[in-house]
């Protein structure tokens, strides 16, 4: 199974920058649609952004014009630029290759969720 480790994340104030960096096990990989998730406390994770592996892009309603998705297939590398941070984006981040969606969840289908990284932004 692919391998996922997230990193960049930490403590940051309202209206900061952080850049989130998603390194993947295999070359194959870049060839996937990849997606940045969220989970805060005591919620479901959600869909945060997506990319496909010809670089088209999409966003939840709430990180447009704020978090850019991004990847580097050559480094086997997705990124998520994320400004004008608010304590709402706090959350615990994971990026996963292809997932599908059931009973209020999603399922990454060739990898498993990895640790995540933690972004705290403090108001």
């Known amino acids: 199974q692919v391998q996922l480790v997230e990193s960049g994340g930490g403590l940051v104030q309202a209206g900061g920058s952080l850049r989130l960096s998603c390194a993947a096990s295999e070359n194959s990989f870049s060839a996937n649609a990849m997606g940045w998730y969220r989970q805060a406390p005591g919620k479901q994770r959600e869909l945060v952004a997506t990319?496909?592996?010809?670089?088209?892009?999409n966003y939840t309603y709430s990180v447009k014009g704020r978090f850019t998705i991004s990847r580097d297939n050559a480094k086997n590398m997705v990124y998520l630029q994320m400004n004008s941070l608010k304590p709402e984006d706090t959350a615990v981040y994971y990026c996963?290759?292809?997932?599908?969606?059931?009973?209020?969840?999603?399922?990454?289908?060739?990898?498993?969720w990895g640790q995540g990284t933690q972004v705290t932004v403090a108001s």
């Open positions: 996963s290759g292809p997932t599908y969606y059931s009973g209020s969840a999603y399922y990454p289908i060739f990898n498993s």
């Open positions: 990319i496909t592996g010809g670089g088209s892009t």
